[in-house]
């Protein structure tokens, strides 16, 4: 084999491994957070899917002690759940207050009752009819 | 007739007068009191209001006063109930004593009064008592159980108990405004 082949041949091999060396740069680049690429509509189509994505319901709790829903007003989004725990001594229910369209059941000392909201409502419990309490869905 | 209205109007008021009297002065008259005294109190307390209720809903065609009458029935129960669990987990036998032989005597007295109501006069006259009665045990409880309770869990309970005799007194007055 003559020299200038050997040559050619040497150059050929450089010339593939550089060329391997810059595509593999070029597509860790285009991995990269910060990197700029033409795969730059991929996360734009996974942000804008993640916008039309609702949140995860959130549980809320409401204490029923000294004769008080506490917190008295809270606010929420629609399919959250909200659990009343009766922390008092006598029996407590919670009751939608206007056209009394959901009511717990009768909640003893330490019993509780979880209900997912759709809407705002007044509630009050209808045994002490005196303890009233909001919730505000936003 | 009208003379003999104002007479029974007289002697309703009077007789209530005496009830809260009864009461208030049972109240006013404590000794030094121990925890299983405080106990025996606080159990005759609940059981006289119940007492009194239960003569509410065999006399009573009022629906306000018989709701109420409930009420006090079930609230008083609950905290016989947790009173007696808690006196048991101290392993405290609530003890008689003056106050609460008092106290006994004069519900005594309240029942025996209330059973003698006409009907016409029942509410007013069983409302009125609760109107005091209630603010009477509410002071009793303030100064002088939960201050002389030595257990810490004797004193949360009885201290537990005053939100739910202020609103049976508040619910007792509103209703009190609608009964001539």
Known sequence: MSLAVIKLKNSICFILFFSVVLFSIAFLNSCSPNGQSDFSSVPKADTATKANEKPAPISYTVEIKAMKFEPEEIKVHAGDTVTWINRDMVAHNVTEEGTKIWTSDVLSPDKSWRMAVTKSADYYCNIHTGMKGKIIVE | ?180
């Open chain 2, 1 to 180: 007739m009208k003379t003999t209205t104002k007479k029974i109007k007289t002697w309703v008021a009077s007789a209530t007068v005496l009830t809260v009297m009864l009461a208030s002065s049972a109240f006013a008259q404590t000794p030094k009191l121990t925890d299983p005294e405080i106990a025996s109190v606080a159990v005759v307390a609940n059981q006289n209001d119940i007492g009194f209720a239960d003569i509410a809903k065999k006399k009573s065609k009022n629906a306000d006063v018989l709701k109420f009458a409930d009420m006090m029935s079930a609230d008083h129960k609950s905290v016989i109930d947790q009173a007696v669990a808690l006196v048991t987990k101290l392993k405290v036998t609530p003890k008689d004593n003056p106050l609460s032989q008092k106290l006994s005597s004069d519900a005594a007295n309240t029942r025996k009064m209330l059973e003698s109501k006409s009907a016409k006069d029942f509410d007013k006259a069983y409302v009125d008592n609760e109107v005091g009665y209630h603010k009477a045990v509410i002071s009793a409880v303030e100064t002088i159980l939960v201050p002389q309770a030595q257990n810490a869990e004797l004193k949360a309970l009885l201290e537990k108990v005053v939100p739910i005799l202020k609103m049976h007194l508040s619910h007792c007055e509103m209703i009190q405004k609608t009964i001539k």
